[in-house]
């Protein structure tokens, strides 16, 4: 997939080139090979392993399983036009494996290798999605998931989840976005609902070979319209421990979001981490170290509780 799309409708109206796919950002390429060597060389000798999961749409959701061994899983969930490939969220993959806790990361419906056609919002279809993971989990594989952890759309993702359903009580939100109709404008322009109105939907195409890569539908839309993150945050349990992390120099998700969360969720502590952009690039190790020390206080906080 290209690193750049131009969005347009049938009629061939233009809407300004966007800097990255979306809100993900690849960052392979940043980080040494000795830092890689690293971070493959685990404590603990674990298995990764490839495991299919349908949806409540009947749609096939695949996610690799790293497996330590250890009693509860941690939920990794990637952001808009990325995938479990990631290298945000294969990179904290492979911290928790190699501190002993198993990951388990999964491709959204429509989304990498799962089934389905890529739409633009979705936020609660993916919350399904999430859903559908975690009761697989808790059933089929008779595991716990003590946390999950979701980068930029993935982040809230995790919030909306928190929000509906109260059975995780460990939330990680990493640079998730608090106005989204700001993000609508970052990728689709400001004469969005012109074209809308005109057309009825949106194509954002590919820049290279013109080929339609999702639709942007009134519906859609109206989604993004009608999920407030503030209502969404304060209808989250005080006894669920949410963390956002967010990068001060992020010029997808401005940083300025960050301390909203932090005014309506009630049990929420808020990390800055200097210099960091949306992909913290350069930043992975720390970013790494923030979320598995807030991970791991948690769950010994309930273990400390429920003994």
């Not at 796919?21 to 490839?50: F, H, I, L, T, V």
């Not at 929000?163 to 939330?171: A, F, G, M, Q």
């Not at 998730?176 to 322009?189: I, T």
């Not at 210099?275 to 991970?295: M, N, P, S």
Request: some cysteine; aromatic content about 6%; charged content about 25%.
């Amino acid at each position: 997939m290209s690193s750049e799309f131009k969005s347009q409708t049938l009629s061939s109206a233009i809407i300004p080139p966007q800097p990255q796919p979306g809100e993900c950002e690849n960052s392979s390429k940043a980080m040494s090979k000795k830092a890689d060597q690293k971070e493959a060389s685990p404590a603990r000798k674990a298995k990764q392993q490839k495991v299919i999961i349908p949806n409540k749409d009947g749609e096939n959701l695949v996610g690799l399983l790293h497996e330590t061994g250890s009693k509860e899983i941690v939920i990794l969930c990637h952001g808009f036009l990325c995938t479990k490939e990631n290298n945000t969220i294969k990179k904290l993959a492979l911290a928790l494996e190699n501190d002993g806790i198993s990951a388990f990361r999964f491709d959204f419906a429509g989304n990498g290798k799962s089934q389905g056609s890529l739409r633009y919002g979705r936020y609660w279809g993916e919350v399904e999605d999430l859903r559908a993971v975690i009761e697989y989990i808790g059933g089929v594989a008779n595991r716990a998931v003590s946390a999950i952890i979701g980068h930029s759309k993935g982040g809230d993702v995790v919030l909306l989840y928190a929000s509906k359903y109260h059975d995780v009580h460990t939330i990680v939100n990493i640079s998730g976005r608090f106005e989204l109709m700001r993000g609508v404008e970052f990728h689709l322009g400001k004469d969005y609902m012109e074209m809308i109105e005109k057309e009825g939907f949106i194509d954002v195409k590919n820049n290279n070979t013109g080929s339609v890569v999702y639709r942007v539908t009134r519906e859609s839309l109206v989604e993004c319209q009608g999920t407030n993150m503030g209502e969404v945050g304060s209808g989250i349990e005080k006894e669920c421990k949410v963390l956002t992390v967010h990068g001060s120099a992020d010029k997808i998700v401005p940083v300025e979001d960050a301390p909203e969360f932090a005014k309506v969720i009630a049990n929420h502590k808020l990390h800055i981490i200097e210099e960091a952009e949306h992909g913290y690039t350069a930043q992975q190790r720390e970013l790494a170290t923030v979320v598995l020390d807030f991970v791991r206080r948690v769950t010994q906080q309930d273990c400390d509780t429920n003994s």
